[in-house]
């Protein structure tokens, strides 16, 4: 199963629009982690599983989703009600009570990805705004098989960033 996860594009609507075009093809699910600044009805919400951000103030969007694939179960949040700014300590209880082994989440306007205890926890970083020492505007693919999960990072440019390459063990 392959997985897209965006996040914080904050208003910018043609980049998500951008993202669905390029990659429609290639990946089975897609995800956006908050802060779209977008109605909850827009028509791109149709197909990618949404959340509500901090900044994200129309009553329409959930506070997290549960998302279960055929191949993994995913939680995904914004992060700011979990606190993420502060490590991944809550989030990661979060997700253990959804029994998920991927969990989802931006806030922090940084790339992050790591496996714990059998759960990936992926930021994709910012589309728009990126923060801290990684200055590129991204989004994740992760490609989930039985035994793995594969992460490439792309920036705006949908060109694969070599140095941001991961691959876990499940």
Request: aromatic share 12%.
């Given at each position: 199963m392959?997985?897209?996860?965006?996040?914080d594009n904050h208003g910018d609507r043609e980049i998500l629009v951008d993202i669905l075009n390029h990659r429609r093809n290639e990946v089975d699910y897609f995800f956006h982690c908050g802060d779209?600044?977008?109605p909850s009805n827009d028509e791109l919400f149709q197909t990618y599983n949404v959340v509500t951000g901090n900044c994200d103030f129309d009553?329409?969007?959930k506070s997290y989703l549960v998302v279960k694939t055929p191949q993994d179960i995913i939680y995904m949040t914004h992060g700011h009600l979990s606190n993420v700014r502060f490590g991944l300590?809550?989030?990661s209880l979060e997700a253990k009570e959804k029994q998920a082994d991927i969990c989802l989440f931006?806030?922090?306007?940084q790339i992050g990805c790591e496996a714990v205890k059998g759960c990936l926890y992926l930021n994709p970083g910012s589309i728009s705004?990126?923060?801290g020492p990684i200055q590129i505007q991204s989004?994740?693919?992760?490609e989930s098989t039985t035994d793995s999960w594969e992460i490439q990072y792309y920036d705006r440019t949908h060109i694969a960033v070599s140095e941001l390459n991961f691959r876990f063990k499940k």
């Open positions: 392959k997985y897209l996860v965006v996040s779209s600044e977008l009553p329409g969007f300590t809550q989030v931006g806030h922090t306007h705004q990126p923060r989004y994740a693919i992760i």
